[in-house]
């Protein structure tokens, strides 16, 4: 089953605007990745974040990992119609080298 | 690029049928995952396989099988289609570094009637 939340579920967004998605687990996560799925499209792989309080960034986008490895978040700078889709953060399982997605965040643009 | 290819776009089965989701991907990889996507529910892991004619049971592996004869195949089967099985199918694969993510496949959307 799910290991990770997402929170909201939905996001409705204005262009230009930013907003924040979290995925938070009630355990320790090894890693988590990130991945972008456009709306009839699959599921496309973002980023992996491994290190405590880890934050990386691509473009307008910023990922961070919490201090005690259990939450996660993407940050959308100036938010644009490209940005549509949903996303699904992946926490890692070491043991069959397998992902497990939590619920994702559907993103809806207005222009 | 790494490409995963899923045979059918769309399946319409009918119920009891033995249906074949076919995933072949060219990039070598060890890894080989399904999983199918509904709506609120997110992904849920059905079967991975992380070798040649191996296969583990992910979280809903009931009323599914897999097979894996050759590196690049991941075959899925559904012994007996139901109308609870109706989904999307999403097969993946990823290397030993899982630094570079899963690749999937654009998916398989079967309707079981």
């Known amino acids: 089953g799910q290991q990770v939340m997402q929170i909201p579920q939905y996001q409705h967004v204005q262009e230009g605007e930013d907003f924040t998605t979290y995925c938070n687990s009630s355990?320790?996560?090894?890693?988590i990745q990130w991945y972008k799925q456009r709306p009839g499209g699959h599921p496309v792989f973002l980023i992996q974040l491994v290190k405590s309080g880890e934050v990386k960034k691509q473009k307008r986008l910023t990922f961070q990992f919490g201090e005690a490895k259990k939450n996660s978040s993407l940050h959308i700078t100036a938010t644009q119609t490209t940005d549509v889709g949903t996303y699904f953060c992946?926490?890692?399982?070491?043991?069959?080298?397998?992902?497990?997605f939590g619920g994702g965040t559907r993103v809806l643009v207005k222009p | 690029d790494v490409k995963v290819t899923q045979s059918s776009r769309y399946l319409v089965k009918r119920t009891g049928e033995k249906v074949f989701l076919e995933c072949v991907q060219d990039m070598d990889h060890e890894n080989m995952f399904w999983y199918r996507q509904d709506p609120g529910l997110g992904l849920r892991l059905i079967y991975f396989?992380?070798?040649?004619?191996?296969?583990e049971k992910g979280d809903i592996p009931e009323g599914y099988s897999v097979s894996r004869e050759k590196k690049e195949r991941f075959s899925l089967i559904l012994e007996s289609a139901s109308t609870n099985q109706t989904s999307m199918y999403l097969c993946a694969s990823n290397g030993r570094r899982m630094v570079y993510g899963y690749t999937f496949g654009s998916g398989t959307r079967l309707t079981v009637v």
């Open positions: 396989s992380y070798d040649v004619k191996m296969k």
């Open positions: 992946a926490p890692f399982k070491a043991a069959g080298n397998k992902l497990t």
């Open positions: 355990t320790t996560l090894s890693n």
